[in-house]
């Protein structure tokens, strides 16, 4: 089946820095990946629907300014939180939908923790 | 709008017990619905999908769900748990709008 990888898998970084989430879609190109995030023992909630090519289209709440999302290519989208706090601590998972014939995979997550 | 109800924040039996986990949908076109595994620490694993095909779906693990249009259910049944089925599942819903929106989850405990 398809497989969508994630990196790094966890990572640790200082209040203020920013960290970059890569996205790879290994044996699918995916035109559309989504970036979820969930907050501990909660459900997944969408942050931004992200099209190779153009701009990232961000759900209701969602700073665009802080989470940073880059999709140059059919394999490759990258989320990156710009001057990380302790609040954005989460687990981030992206998913990508293949262009035939539409189905949708997840990635297996990347713990963020800001201290 | 489309959304998803998952009845129960926790669900409890006993290994060798059956399991039913509830979902409810509310969409305003045909859906497409999927149930997803999560455990501690690590991404979703998909256990089944319906797309508009029989509404009977077998999944992965020995579980099934049958999507029910008069009751806009989505229900997860397992005939007898194991220990390893402990775990959070997710009901989603997707419309076609390639948003794939996630319920609250459900944890499952299973006793020995």
């Known amino acids: 089946g398809a497989v969508v990888s994630q990196h790094p898998s966890r990572v640790i970084c200082k209040s203020g820095t920013s960290v970059k989430i890569e996205c790879r879609s290994l044996d699918f190109q995916a035109t559309t990946m989504f970036w979820y995030r969930q907050f501990p023992k909660q459900s997944l909630m969408l942050m931004a629907t992200?099209?190779?090519?153009?701009?990232?289209?961000?759900e209701q709440g969602v700073e665009k300014d802080k989470f940073l999302i880059n999709h140059a290519s059919l394999t490759l989208s990258t989320l990156t939180v710009t001057s990380a706090h302790p609040e954005d601590s989460s687990f981030y998972i992206c998913?990508?939908?293949?262009?035939?014939?539409?189905?949708?995979?997840f990635g297996p997550g990347t713990r963020l923790t800001v201290t | 709008a489309q959304s998803v109800t998952q009845l129960d924040s926790h669900v409890s039996v006993s290994e060798g017990t059956p399991v039913l986990l509830r979902c409810n949908y509310s969409s305003s076109y045909s859906p497409s619905l999927f149930w997803y595994v999560q455990h501690p620490n690590k991404g979703l694993q998909l256990l089944l999908k319906y797309t508009s095909a029989a509404t009977l779906v077998k999944g992965i693990n020995g579980f099934e769900a049958e999507f029910k249009k008069s009751e806009t259910s989505f229900h997860l049944t397992k005939p007898s748990a194991h220990m390893s089925d402990a775990a959070e599942y997710f009901c989603a819903v997707n419309t076609g709008g390639f948003k794939t929106i996630f319920g609250a989850g459900t944890r499952l405990f299973v006793k020995a």
């Open positions: 992200s099209n190779e090519g153009s701009k990232a289209t961000y």
């Open positions: 998913s990508a939908r293949q262009v035939t014939p539409g189905e949708q995979y």
